[in-house]
Nanobody, 124 residues
Framework: QVQLVESGGGLVQAGGSLRLSCAAS????????MGWFRQAPGKEREFVAA????????YYSDSVKGRFTISRDNAKNTVYLQMNSLKPEDTAVYYC?????????????????WGQGTQVTVSS
C-alpha cells in the first residue's frame, strides 16, 4: 500500500507563494509519473501539473502554466509544487497522486494512489 502525504497548504494573500510537498511511503515512487490535482467546492477535480519519473518532462494546465512549478526528489520520495503569483481562483484542496495506468496524464482515473489533500486558500 502506497501512502502519499501532502503538506504545505495554508492561507495566503493574492500574489503570494506557497510550496506544497508530497511524501511517498515507497521507493516505487521513483519509477512513476506523479501528479498534482485540485478540487474547489462544488467543482470537479482538475489536473494541475505532472512530472515523469526522471524529471525530464513536466506538464501543466493552462491555468497555472508560468506560475506553478512541479519538481521531485526521488532520493527523498517527495514531489513538490511551487506556487507563485497565487490568485483567489487557485483556492482548492490540492492532492498529489501516483500515475499507474497508461494514457493521458491529466485524467484522474489514470492515477491509483492519492493523498488526503491539503487546503490552499488565497484571499483577495
Amino acid at each position: 500500500q502506497v501512502q502519499l502525504v501532502e503538506s504545505g497548504g495554508g492561507l495566503v494573500q493574492a500574489g503570494g507563494s506557497l510550496r506544497l510537498s508530497c511524501a511517498a511511503s515507497e521507493r516505487t515512487f521513483s519509477t512513476n509519473t506523479m501528479g498534482w490535482f485540485r478540487q474547489a467546492p462544488g467543482k470537479e477535480r482538475e489536473f494541475v501539473a505532472a512530472i515523469n519519473w526522471s524529471s525530464s518532462s513536466t506538464y501543466y494546465s493552462d491555468s497555472v502554466k508560468g506560475r506553478f512549478t512541479i519538481s521531485r526528489d526521488n532520493a527523498k520520495n517527495t514531489v513538490y509544487l511551487q506556487m507563485n503569483s497565487l490568485k483567489p481562483e487557485d483556492t482548492a484542496v490540492y492532492y498529489c497522486a501516483r500515475r499507474y495506468y497508461s494514457g493521458s496524464y491529466y485524467l484522474p482515473e489514470k492515477y491509483d494512489y492519492w493523498g488526503q489533500g491539503t487546503q490552499v486558500t488565497v484571499s483577495s
